[in-house]
Nanobody, 127 residues
Framework: EVQLVESGGGSVQAGGSLRLSCEAS??????????MAWFRQGLGKRREGVATVDRDGRPSYSDSVKGRFTISRDNAMRTVYLQMNSLKSEDTDMYYC???????????????????WGQGTRVTVSS
């Protein structure tokens, strides 16, 4: 059974930083087969892609976080990170880690492309 466990959320003042981590276990294939992503979702809002990292480690970002957030992966540790700097109040949300398909093409920005999800970690940014 695949498990994704997020950590690192919390409360911070605007302009501050947080680092989210997501440790994976239970994948059938080695971790580097799986594209990984961070999404966020507020109450009553659609789940929004924040950052993705593909099987080769190439990152991509939503326009709203580009230049402020950095996604990275450590395949040996089966962990993906999201470094969030210059946080704004509008970054307040539940953040979810997701794992995509081990083979083939997929739409990195669509939540439906991801197979496994963590339980989420809350980020609160106060202004």
């Amino acid at each position: 059974e695949v498990q994704l466990v997020e950590s690192g959320g919390g409360s911070v003042q605007a302009g501050g930083s947080l680092r989210l981590s997501c440790e994976a276990s239970g994948h059938t294939y080695s971790y580097d087969h799986y594209p990984m992503a961070w999404f966020r979702q507020g109450l009553g809002k659609r789940r929004e892609g924040v950052a993705t990292v593909d099987r080769d480690g190439r990152p991509s970002y939503s326009d709203s976080v580009k230049g402020r957030f950095t996604i990275s992966r450590d395949n040996a540790m089966r962990t993906v990170y999201l470094q969030m700097n210059s946080l704004k109040s509008e970054d307040t949300d539940m953040y979810y880690c997701a794992s995509g398909p081990p083979f083939g093409s997929y739409n990195a920005n669509e939540s439906t492309a991801y197979i496994y999800w963590g339980q989420g970690t809350r980020v609160t940014v106060s202004s």
